[in-house]
């Protein structure tokens, strides 16, 4: 079935550390992966995203990893910062159709100074 | 460049009222999506409106129900409200074909009692 699920719900690090977050998905058709910042108040916010014939993709502080193999996605931050602090969905989009997004439940991160 | 605006932000409505939300989409997107997202969870696809006319739906009941308009604005509908309506509703517009994620609104938290 179409699912996309995160390993932990919650996930506290240390300012200036470098924080992973994971995500499971399950449909192997998926040929997006994007990742979303979402702060309290506020709808999610673009982070980035990677293609399914790609393995890695860089941002500015951010790296996104693609394992097809076990269908795991993750986030990588560099230098996490207290800005950081919010949850985190990964999303699967389906070419196609209505391109809808399916959404995992989220990781919250907490950056403690 | 504007961003997706929703309004109103909050609304109280009571069990079996009807609602109206809406949303003003990103310059030069002509897709909206509709997300319902409960405390805690992820987002929920509700339907995606593409040239005025819905383009695919999520598991969601007739009584939702959606408009596009031509200015690609959209209004999202619920009738005979239940108390598990209760969620912050998202609002996302996109340009179809474009790959990439999609620019949320701020989202309207709705209330029934």
């Known amino acids: 079935g179409e699912s996309v699920g995160l390993h932990l719900p919650t996930l506290s690090v240390q300012e200036g550390d470098n924080s992973i977050i994971n995500c499971a998905y399950s449909?192997?058709?998926?040929?997006?992966f994007i990742w979303y910042k979402q702060e309290s108040g506020k709808g999610p916010q673009f982070i980035i995203d990677i293609r399914s014939n790609m393995d890695k993709r860089q941002g500015q502080r951010v790296t996104v990893l693609l394992n097809k193999t076990v269908k795991h996605l993750s986030l990588q931050i560099a230098a996490t910062q207290p800005g950081d602090s919010a949850v985190y969905f990964c999303?699967?989009?389906?070419?196609?159709?209505?391109?809808?997004?399916?959404f995992g439940k989220g990781t919250k991160l907490t950056v403690n100074p | 460049e504007t961003g997706v605006t929703q309004s109103p932000t909050h609304l109280i409505k009571t069990r079996g009222q009807q609602v109206t939300l809406r949303c003003s989409s990103q310059s030069g997107h002509n897709t909206v999506s509709w997300y319902q997202q409960a405390l805690g969870q992820g987002p929920q696809f509700i339907f995606q409106y593409y040239r005025e006319e819905e383009n695919g739906r999520g598991n969601f009941p007739p009584r939702f129900s959606g408009l596009q308009f031509p200015n690609y604005s959209s209004e999202l509908n619920v009738n005979a409200l239940e108390l598990d309506d209760s969620a912050l509703y998202l609002c996302?517009?996109?340009?179809?074909?474009?790959?990439?994620?999609?620019?949320f609104g701020s989202g309207t938290r709705l209330t029934v009692v």
């Open positions: 449909n192997s058709a998926s040929d997006y």
């Open positions: 999303a699967e989009k389906f070419q196609g159709g209505s391109e809808k997004l399916v």
């Open positions: 996302a517009s996109s340009l179809v074909g474009h790959t990439g994620g999609y620019t």
